[in-house]
C-alpha cells in the first residue's frame, strides 16, 4: 500500500534535514554509498512508523539476514570466510552510523573470489562423464546444512548440485519423450495426420544431453553473475538494513526504482517488445500489438539484437554479452525519442531498424472483465483486478478505479445479474484506490483507519452517494491477495455489502508505505535511490489491523497456497497486530451468510474435485519440505515414478470444467478480430477460468444472494 508523502510532513522533521543536508557531492562509488548508508540510517530513525534501536543486537538480526539473501544454500561461502565474517556480527550497527563499507566490500569481494573458483570448480566436473551411480545424498533444505569446510567440501557439493540437475534434466527428458508418445498414439487412434515427431533416446544418450544442457545453463548462470554490478550486491546489502525495520520497508537504487513505477504505473516508453536472454545473446520476445517494434513490419520474435543506438548521432552499443535489464534501459528513452536496433535475422541477413519510442501499456496490471454465463441462465459479471494501479504523475493516466468503473458499465449494458469481483493475488497498490473503488458500489462512509508513529488515527471516508452498482458483489480472495485487496474485502464486509469467498485469510499486510527520495535531503544532484518507508498502519473501521491476521473470508474454500507458509505471520520482522477503537458506520447487510456458507458446504462435501485440490495442495507441501534426495540415479528414478503415480491421480484436476460459458463486451471481441496477441491471450484466460473451481463456486453464491 503506497502513499505520496506530503512535504510539509517531511518539514516537521528538522533534526534530520538539518544532519543530512551537510554531505558534499561523492567523488566516487564509494563515497555515494557511504553517503547512502548515512542517509538510510537517519531516515530510519527519523521517520519510520516504528523505529528500532540501532544498537547490538539489531545488528545480528542484519548479520543473519544478510546472509539468508547472499548465500541462502550455502553454497558458495567456506566454514573459514563465515567465522572471519562472524567476527563483525556486532558491529554493522556501528558501519551504518559511520557510513563504514569495510564489511560489505569484505563480503561481496569474497563472494566474487568464491564464484571465480566455483566457476573453474564446476568447469572441471562438466568436462568429464559424471558418475550417476554412486550412492550420495544431496541435502535440500539449507537450514540442516553447514558451508563447506574447505575446497574439496565445496567442489563435493557443487559435484552433486550438478548430479541433481542432471538427473532432474534427464526426467525431463524422458516426460518430454512420454507426452510426445500419448500424442503419438491419440493421433494414430483416430486416424489424424501424423506429423509428431518422437525420438526416444537411451539412457546414455539422455545423460550426454542432459550434462550439455547443464553445463550451458552453469557456464551461463556464472556469466551473469560476474557482470552483474557490484551496485546490485549493495542494494541487497541495505535492505538486510531496512528489512530487519519490517519486511516493507526497502532501499531502492535508481534503477530498481524506476522498474517499481513502471509495474506501478502500468506503462512504459520503448518500442513493445519483451528482451530475452539466452546463453550470452539477446534476443526480442512476443512483440506487443500496434506498438512501434510491431509496426516496424520488420521485427519478429526470435530476432537477435546485435546492436542498439539509443540517440541518433550516438554510436551504437554492442549488446552481446550483456544482461537483459541492461539493454532494455538503452531501448527505453523518452517519448518521441528515435532508438535503433542492429537485429541479425533467422536468415543470418543483418538489418538496422528505426523506431520512434511510445508509450505501451503493460496490460496485465489492469482491470478486465468478462461476462459469465450461468448453468442457471442467468449472466454474471466477473472483474478480475491484478493490482490497485494508479499513475500518481500523470492526471490522465490509468487507474484501477476508473478500470472497474468502464467494466462497470460495460456488464451492466448485457443486464449481468450480479458482479464477481476478483483480487485474488492481488498485492496491493495505491491506498486511495480503495476508497474510490468502494464509491462504485455503495453510498458515502468510511472505509479504512490510518495510524502513524505518533499514535494519530485518521479515517478515510467514500464521499460519493451514486453507486454504480447496487446489486449482488461477491470478492474473491487468496493467500496473496494483500494490503488495498484487503482493505476493500474488509470493508465491504464490515459493512455486508457482499461475500468474501476465498482462502481462510489473506495475506495480512496491514501497514503503509511511501517512497522517500534520498537525495532529497543531500547537497548533490546524484541520484541516490529512494527508501520505500512504512509510515502507517491501517485498520478496519471495525478497530481491527489487517496486519499479520488479513481478512477471514466469509465463505473458506482452502487451496493451493493453504498449506504453505504464506503470508504476514510467517515474517521475523512483521510488525505486530492490534486493535484500535472502531468508527461509526451502518451496515447494509443484504443477505444472509449462514444460509449461504451452508449451501456451500454441502456442495464441497460431495465435491470430489474440491477435495483433490487438497490433497494435491497438501502432497505438494509435503514434497517441499523433503530435506534430502538420493542422487544415485536408480534411487533417484524410483521417487521420480512414484512421484508420476501420484501427479496421475491429480491429472483430472487438468481436465476439470466447471461448466461455466464466457462471452466478451462487444468491445473485446471486435478487437479480437484485429489483434492476434490479445485473442491468444484472451483465449488461454478463459480456458483458466473454465478450469476455476473456485470461480464456479463464486457464482453458486452470487447466484443464491437475494
Known amino acids: 500500500m503506497f502513499k505520496k508523502f506530503s512535504l510539509n510532513t517531511l518539514l516537521l522533521f528538522i533534526p534530520l534535514t538539518s544532519l543530512v543536508f551537510c554531505f558534499n557531492t561523492p567523488k566516487n562509488d564509494d563515497e555515494k554509498m557511504s553517503t547512502i548508508m548515512i542517509s538510510v540510517k537517519n531516515t530510519l530513525s527519523y521517520l519510520h512508523y516504528s523505529p528500532k534501536p540501532i544498537n547490538d543486537a539489531y545488528s545480528q538480526e542484519v548479520y543473519k539476514h544478510y546472509f539468508e539473501m547472499v548465500d541462502a544454500s550455502k553454497r558458495y561461502f567456506l566454514q573459514s570466510d563465515m567465522a572471519e565474517f562472524a567476527q563483525h556480527k556486532t558491529k554493522l550497527d556501528d558501519y551504518l552510523n559511520q557510513g563504514d563499507l569495510k564489511f560489505y566490500k569484505l563480503t561481496i569481494d569474497r563472494l566474487y573470489q568464491r564464484v571465480d573458483e566455483i566457476d573453474k570448480i564446476t568447469q572441471d566436473i562438466l568436462s568429464k562423464p559424471v558418475n550417476l551411480n554412486e550412492d550420495e545424498t544431496l541435502i535440500l533444505e539449507p537450514k540442516v546444512k553447514t558451508s563447506p569446510a574447505n575446497q574439496t567440501e565445496l567442489a563435493s557439493e557443487w559435484r552433486k548440485y550438478i548430479k541433481y540437475n542432471i538427473l532432474q534434466e534427464m526426467e525431463s527428458l524422458t516426460a518430454k519423450e512420454e507426452m510426445q508418445k500419448e500424442k503419438k498414439d491419440s493421433v494414430q ?24 544442457e547443464v553445463k550451458d545453463l552453469v557456464t551461463d548462470t556464472f556469466r551473469r553473475f560476474k557482470k552483474r554490478n557490484k551496485m546490485d550486491w549493495f542494494t541487497v546489502y541495505m535492505n538486510s538494513y531496512t528489512e530487519v525495520f519490517d519486511p516493507h520497508t526497502n532501499y531502492y537504487s535508481p534503477k530498481n526504482k524506476e522498474d517499481f513505477d513502471t509495474q506501478f504505473k502500468g506503462k512504459v516508453i520503448g518500442i513493445g517488445a519483451i528482451i530475452q536472454e539466452k546463453r550470452g545473446f539477446l534476443f526480442l520476445g512476443p512483440l506487443t500489438i500496434g506498438a512501434p517494434a510491431w509496426k516496424s513490419k520488420q521485427l519478429t520474435e526470435g530476432d537477435k539484437i546485435l546492436k542498439v543506438r539509443s540517440k541518433p548521432g550516438e554510436d551504437a552499443v554492442n549488446v552481446v554479452g550483456m544482461l537483459s535489464d541492461e539493454a532494455v534501459r538503452l531501448i527505453r528513452g523518452e517519448k518521441g525519442t528515435k532508438v535503433t536496433l542492429t537485429v541479425e535475422k533467422k536468415d543470418k541477413t543483418i538489418r538496422e531498424v528505426t523506431m520512434i519510442r511510445e508509450e505501451v501499456a ?53 443486464n449481468v445479474q450480479g458482479i464477481v469481483l476478483d483480487l485474488r493475488n492481488n498485492g496491493g497498490g495505491s491506498l486511495t484506490e480503495v476508497g474510490d473503488i468502494m464509491g462504485l458500489f455503495m453510498n458515502e462512509g468510511p472505509y479504512v483507519q490510518v495510524k502513524d508513529g505518533n499514535g494519530k488515527i485518521q479515517t478515510l471516508r467514500n464521499k460519493s452517494n451514486t453507486p454504480l452498482w447496487t446489486g449482488p458483489l461477491v470478492i474473491m480472495q487468496n493467500e496473496l491477495s494483500a494490503s488495498a485487496s484487503e482493505i476493500l474485502a474488509g470493508a465491504i464486509q464490515d459493512y455486508g455489502r457482499g461475500v468474501v469467498i476465498g482462502s481462510p485469510q489473506s495475506f495480512g499486510k496491514g501497514t503503509v508505505q511511501t517512497f522517500v527520495d534520498l537525495n532529497r535531503f543531500l547537497n548533490s544532484t546524484d541520484d541516490f535511490g529512494s527508501l520505500k518507508l512504512t509510515i502507517q498502519k491501517f485498520y478496519r473501521i471495525s478497530g481491527e489491523s489487517t496486519q499479520r491476521k488479513g481478512i477471514e473470508s466469509d465463505i473458506k474454500m482452502k487451496d493451493f497456497y493453504t ?53 494435491s495442495a497438501q502432497w505438494k507441501e509435503n514434497l517441499d519440505k523433503e530435506e534430502t534426495i538420493s542422487l544415485n540415479r536408480e534411487k533417484f528414478n524410483e521417487v521420480m515414478q512414484k512421484r508420476k503415480a501420484q501427479i496421475k491421480k491429480f491429472k483430472g484436476l487438468e481436465k476439470f470444467n466447471n461448466g461455466l460459458k464466457f462471452s466478451l463486451n462487444p468491445d473485446e471481441a471486435l478487437r479480437e478480430k484485429k489483434d492476434e496477441a490479445f485473442t491468444k491471450k484472451t483465449q488461454l484466460w478463459t480456458k483458466n477460468l473454465q478450469r476455476d473451481l473456485y470461480l464456479q463456486e463464486a457464482i453458486h453464491v452470487i447466484s443464491e444472494m437475494k
Open 189 to 212: 487412434k483416430f486416424n489424424l495426420k501424423d506429423t509428431i515427431k518422437l525420438e526416444i533416446l537411451t539412457p546414455d544418450e539422455k545423460r550426454v544431453k542432459a550434462t550439455q
Open 362 to 414: 503493460i496490460e496485465d496490471t489492469f482491470a478486465r472483465s468478462i461476462i459469465v454465463n450461468s448453468t442457471d441462465g442467468k449472466k454474471y459479471g466477473f472483474i478480475s483486478l491484478p493490482s490497485f494501479n494508479a499513475d500518481f504523475e500523470d492526471a490522465k493516466g490509468r487507474n484501477a478505479s476508473d478500470d472497474i468503473k468502464n467494466e462497470l458499465i460495460k456488464l451492466k449494458a448485457q
Open 563 to 615: 498449506y504453505s507458509e504464506i503470508g504476514e505471520r510467517y515474517d521475523d520482522y512483521a510488525l505486530a497486530w492490534d486493535k484500535i477503537p472502531s468508527v461509526q458506520y451502518q451496515p447494509v447487510n443484504y443477505f444472509s451468510i449462514l444460509a449461504l456458507q451452508k449451501g456451500v458446504e454441502a456442495r464441497l462435501a460431495n465435491n470430489k474435485t474440491y477435495q483433490l485440490v487438497q490433497e
